[in-house]
């Protein structure tokens, strides 16, 4: 990495503390700034690391920018903004999917792709099927948002790269943590741990596929 790659690895830094201290302090007004300047950061350094010299940068990139639509929707607090921007990430999601197919082939990592499988199933069956069973409405739309984010992070392992794997967990980690927190029980910690695990995810996904 260049001079200037370091300098959006700071700007990163800086971004990200202001956002995670923003929320624990309950400073929205920070936040709602400071939020979608990480993405846009992370924008600026994927394309700095030359995303579009790849096959898969393109798709890198589109992912990146349907995160930050995401981010900026969710800033708002009614459910159709939620709506919203749980359909953008779910856009990003697949976008992030379609760059883990066009990375070039290296020996899976099985024990990372069975490790989130078998974790994707048993939130499945625990949590998401009986909200289907009681309501295809609200259990539907869960469950497929569910295999959507279970194949992106599975899929990251089976590309060989761990940097990605982690990466792609700890955002399978940060929706997992929205949805425990917004449809089972709410705790004080879930937005702080959102934003961090969503971050460091991101970054690792960036830096894992652009390596080179």
């Known amino acids: 990495m260049n001079i200037y790659a370091w ?10 503390l202001a956002d995670w201290t923003a929320v624990a302090r309950r400073r929205p007004d920070v936040e709602s700034v400071a939020k979608p300047a990480v993405l846009i950061i992370l924008i600026l350094l994927a394309w ?113 790269l761990p940097v990605v794997g982690i990466g792609a967990t700890l955002f399978l980690l940060s929706d997992g943590v929205i949805a425990y927190n917004r449809f089972v029980r709410e705790v004080s910690w879930a937005h702080l741990v959102v934003h961090i695990t969503y971050h460091l995810g991101q970054l690792l996904i960036v830096l894992g596929m652009l390596r080179s």
């Open 7 to 16: 300098v959006l690895l700071f700007a990163f830094a800086v971004a990200a």
């Open 48 to 160: 700095l690391l030359r995303a579009d010299s790849v096959d898969y940068g393109g798709q890198l990139l589109i992912g990146l920018v349907m995160c930050l639509v995401g981010d900026i929707l969710l800033l708002g607090k009614s459910d159709r903004h939620f709506l919203a921007g749980l359909i953008a990430f779910l856009v990003g999601h697949v976008a992030y999917i379609a760059a883990f197919r066009r990375i070039p082939g290296e020996a899976p990592i099985w024990l990372g792709v069975v490790l989130v499988s078998v974790l994707v199933v048993a939130v499945v069956v625990i949590r998401i099927l009986p909200i289907v069973r009681s309501s295809w409405r609200d259990g539907i739309p869960l469950l497929a948002y569910a295999a959507v984010v279970g194949g992106m992070a599975a899929l990251a392992w089976a590309t060989g």
